[in-house]
T-cell receptor
């Protein structure tokens, strides 16, 4: 089954404790991205990757890191989480193919930083 | 300036009636795609429908149709015969085509409309 898998689905952590949210897709997509969703703000892009070893900042990259060592995986790293990073996070992937290509979303990770 | 504007934070509709969710967009690109996603209370993002800027026909997928008015830069979602299961957040999104794969290729989302279907 074609899918984007995020783990964990729910995470409660303390300020400053490094964490990683994993994202994996099995569709051989080149393009992957991370979004955060906050009430009243919609989804905002954190980082994206056009292919292996190619990553770039989105609209709200501060406090986050990513890596793309393999095509299928695109982990999101919070080196020192803070309470303002409490949010719902989505990973998405798309094939290369122009503007009318669907983005496939993971199920989301609800992160709480206390 | 906002690229995607959804002016209805919340809407109510009676079961079995049709409802239109508004979306306007702003782009100078000639080539772009418009998308609608549904987010139920469980949180996942469900793709509903898309429209390409060069498509002359309005897109339809089952009970969903996209009312695309290019000159007005609007891409409204029409849900016919609403069902209780349609209660959810709905997001309009755009992907510009200027240089797909770079920052211009990102999906840009509106802030969403919360639809509630009344029995």
């Amino acid at each position: 089954e074609a899918q984007v898998t995020q783990n964990p689905r729910y995470l409660i952590t303390v300020t400053g404790k490094k964490l990683t949210v994993t994202c994996s897709q099995n569709m051989n997509h080149e393009y992957m991205s991370w979004y955060r969703q906050d009430p009243g703000l919609g989804l905002r892009q954190i980082y994206y990757s056009m292919n292996v070893e190619v990553t770039d900042k989105g609209d709200v990259p501060e406090g986050y890191k990513v890596s793309r060592k393999e095509k299928r995986n695109f982990p999101l790293i919070l080196e020192s989480p803070s309470p303002n990073q409490t949010s719902l996070y989505f990973c998405a992937s798309s094939p290369r193919g122009g503007p009318v290509t669907e983005a496939f979303f993971g199920q989301g990770t609800r992160l709480t930083v206390v | 300036a906002q690229k995607i504007t959804q002016t209805q934070p919340g809407m109510f509709v009676q079961e079995k009636e049709a409802v239109t969710l508004d979306c306007t967009y702003d782009t100078s690109d000639q080539s772009y795609g418009l998308f609608w996603y549904k987010q139920p209370s469980s949180g996942e993002m469900i793709f509903l429908i898309y429209q390409g800027s060069y498509d002359e026909q309005n897109a339809t997928e089952g009970r969903y149709s996209l009312n695309f008015q290019k000159a007005r830069k609007s891409a409204n979602l029409v849900i016919s015969a609403s069902q209780l299961g349609d209660s959810a957040m709905y997001f309009c999104a755009m992907r510009e085509g200027r240089s797909y794969g770079g920052s211009q290729g990102n999906l840009i989302f509106g802030k969403g409309t919360k639809l509630s279907v009344k029995p």
